[in-house]
């Protein structure tokens, strides 16, 4: 069955492009099914789905192993809503190339999310930037912008398979995600460094994080919401799932490096923040911020500190998924995201300045939404292994981020009403659909996060 999560969007998405170029109602219908099934299909499932064959004998052993299970679900459900929303608030003059190559990332990232088998992931790793390359060459206001994000992306991958192959040739099997298996050695300082390198440019981590800005502003909205939602998970769920229980010893080893690199990227992601006025820029560099924090609870190597990293991976992803959206609506309704130019929204657009106000409340951390839990327990978990400084220190950016937000808040929805700024009309059923599911998830596991916590004790 997990098959179906990665070949079906693979497919699908291949497929509409046999579609006319000016087609938006069945490439629509057909992409938002396909993200509906690949989100029930986890739930309802009684086993995880795993598909195994034997793929490489020598020089080690690697298989064409995929399955769901912990941490990997949540991702997985992220990404089929993320999917989901983005798909049905695409409103391009290309719309079905949109949708296209919003099904290909699907497919690809569930690849990455479901590999079970390192080589695996490392091959959908390097797979899953290619709809966003092209989606900057489509869309990008300039073509340096996509190269930039695939010679910074594909460098990260390249030391990944590096890195890959040298953990198979040693251990004998990269058939291990999942396993107790344990590296120690001289190498695994050198096999360590080439994981979390690629991860640290995925995330990304300061000072690996120059591709970010750029390439969120310039990709459509429909696109950079799956991206910063969910693509750059990818490289803290390599963190937790390959570096933390395969190289431990390595990982104890650089902790400190970590701890200090997710420290810089807390305090300078929410610095740049508060001096933008593209709105796009401000939740990306926020975002910068947020997944140091993620980085902070996992460099802790802390029990409770990693659930509230998992939490806040599930919480980051819901509500920037939501704030690019709806960016994206200002942005087309208004042809432009400047904050200073933008100004008293919600006079004419309730429902608009509505799902904008959720959405910034829960990035700033507003106790009851989803962005506070994760805030708490990593704060908890980190004070708890010992490190009261950098707790203090995070504190920090998590106050800044209540600046910074409540000021996109102000200035664009609640602040005076532009003179000239044409009225325009407020969120369509569709566009209010969109973004709908997203606040939805972040007040349930706001308001009840005994059910994600619960589920990953289990």
């Known amino acids: 069955m997990v098959l179906v999560l990665i070949l079906l969007p693979i497919v699908v ?53 995929f399955a769901w299970s912990g941490v990997s679900l949540w991702l997985v459900l992220l990404l089929a809503l993320c999917t989901f929303c983005a ?7 290309q719309t079905r190339t949109m949708i296209a190559l919003l099904l290909l990332l699907e497919g690809t990232m569930m690849g990455v999310f479901t590999a079970r088998d390192v080589l695996a992931f490392a091959l959908f790793w390097d797979l899953m930037l290619i709809p966003p390359f092209f989606a900057l060459v489509e869309w990008g206001a300039h073509r340096e912008t996509a190269w930039r994000f695939i010679i910074y992306n594909f460098s990260g991958g390249l030391t990944l398979l590096l890195a890959t192959a040298a953990f198979g040739i040693l251990s004998g099997s990269t058939d291990v995600i999942g396993s107790t ?64 229980p395969f190289l431990r010893s390595a ?17 300078y992601g929410a610095y740049i923040a508060l001096t933008q006025t593209d709105g796009k820029r401000i939740v990306a560099y926020s975002s910068l911020s947020h997944l140091g924090l993620i980085v902070l609870a996992i460099a802790s190597l802390n029990p409770i ?16 998924a939501a704030l690019f959206l709806i960016l994206g609506y200002i942005e087309e309704r208004e042809e432009t995201r400047s904050i200073l130019q933008l100004g008293g929204l919600g ?35 980190v004070f ?25 808040l102000q200035d664009a ?43 990953m004790v289990r």
């Open 181 to 244: 298996h344990q590296f120690t050695g001289a190498w695994a300082p050198w096999i360590f460094a080439g994981f979390a390198f690629a991860f640290a440019v995925k995330t990304p981590l300061w000072p690996l994080h120059t591709w970010m800005p750029i390439t969120y502003a310039e990709t459509p909205s429909p696109m950079v919401a799956v991206i910063s939602a969910v693509q750059s998970k990818a490289g803290v769920y390599g963190f937790i799932v390959i570096a933390l």
């Open 87 to 93: 798909i049905l608030a695409t409103n391009l003059t």
């Open 384 to 408: 708890r292994a010992g490190y009261f400084w950098p707790a203090l220190i995070a504190l920090v950016p998590i106050v800044i981020a209540s600046a910074y937000m409540l000021r996109l």
């Open 13 to 65: 998405g291949c497929a509409l492009f046999a579609l006319p170029k000016t087609d938006r109602t069945i490439s629509r219908i057909a992409g938002c099914a396909v993200a509906a099934l690949t989100f029930a299909l986890p739930l309802v499932a009684h086993s995880d789905g795993a598909f195994t064959v034997r793929w490489l004998s020598r020089p080690f052993t690697s298989s064409l192993h």
């Open 413 to 455: 929805i609640n602040g005076p009403e532009v003179p000239d700024l044409p009225k325009r009309p407020d969120l369509t059923l569709i566009e209010g659909l969109a973004v709908a599911p997203l606040l939805v998830a972040l007040l349930v596991i706001g308001i009840y996060p005994h059910a994600i916590l619960a589920a």
């Open 347 to 381: 006079k004419n657009n309730p429902k608009l300045a509505g799902a904008f106000t959720i959405a910034a409340l829960a990035a700033l951390g507003l106790p009851g939404l989803a962005g506070f839990v994760g805030e708490i327990v990593i704060l908890t978990g």
């Open 305 to 320: 500190a990693i659930q509230g990293a998992i939490v806040y991976i599930v919480a980051h992803g819901l509500f920037s």
């Open 251 to 267: 990982m104890i080893e650089f902790r400190g490096l970590l701890i200090v690199l997710a420290l810089i990227s807390l305090l």
